[in-house]
């Protein structure tokens, strides 16, 4: 079985979409757990509570690796951001029949790519995706990484990649950041004086 996520409701068929390459592809995994941080983008959700318009595609922000075992990990960048972005979001988990023609994603585990439509032969509804997300922590199927167990190390990555980021990102991505990074964007302010 695949799973694929999404907040919409009642999909039967599931087609290929423009990708963040620029390739018309439909995302699976071959494990339900890893699907679930695709039921919120951050930078949506923040932008719209915040009445933040845009009318382009938007940004994402993909706070997630793997360990070596291909579990899962789930990283907060800011304080409380897992629950910030999840919490209260529901959604669609939507089940396909595993194909032949599914192809592997190697920098990706249990990942795979269709580029033709499916039909969907299942789905299953997420009240609550930050719930979800807690469960499969205490399941054992994915790690949180929480804010306050960042080494130095990380935090000083932050430092240096968010104002490059806000640099080059489009203005719904610059926005998230700057309301999610604002001591780290204002010091960099204040150095460039």
Sequence with gaps: ??????????????????SN??????????KRENVLVYLCNAVEKYCKETGFAWHDKWSKWGPYGFNKDGILRLEEYYPNAIKETYMGVSGYIYKVEDT???KELREIPFAVTMDHSIDV????????????????????????????????????????????EFKTGQADYRHFLKGKFPEIL???KERSL
């Design 100 to 102: 032949a023609d599914a």
């Design 186 to 188: 204002r010091d960099q």
């Design 121 to 164: 032969v299942g789905y299953e509804f997420v009240p609550d995706a930050y719930e979800a997300i807690l469960e499969a922590e205490a399941a054992g199927k994915l790690v949180i990484r929480q804010y306050a167990d960042m080494t130095e190390a990380e935090r000083s990555w932050n430092e240096r990649t968010i104002p490059e």
């Design 21 to 30: 390459h620029g390739i018309p592809l439909i995302y699976f995994s071959r």
């Design 1 to 18: 079985m695949l799973y694929h996520a999404s907040p919409v409701k009642g999909i039967v068929s599931l087609e290929p979409r423009i």
